[in-house]
């Protein structure tokens, strides 16, 4: 059986990492450790790897539909912002 490349971390794996570094970079900026340039940096840096555990999580929501009906997997839909009022409650 072929086996992933070590440079190619499974979405959890890159979450967690992702994340990790997005708290340290958090914890700098807090601590006023960085320049204004560097803060701009770790700013950008930081909506990189946002957006990286974004992506990440999204694919571990469709594993789990894909996962709770493996039946009906050409209709598997990534989950509805929790933020958004179309839950029962709204």
Do not use: I
């Amino acid at each position: 059986m072929a086996r992933k490349p070590a440079s190619d971390p499974s979405p959890v794996a890159d979450f967690e990492a992702s994340l990790d570094q997005l708290e340290q970079l958090v914890e700098k900026m807090e601590h006023g450790e960085l320049s204004l340039e560097e803060s701009l940096a770790a700013y950008e840096r930081g909506v990189g790897l946002y957006r990286r555990c974004q992506t990440a999580l999204e694919q571990a929501e469709l594993r789990v539909r894909l996962l709770s009906d493996p039946g009906n997997a050409d209709s598997a839909e990534p989950f509805p912002d929790s933020a958004s009022p179309s839950g029962p409650d709204a």
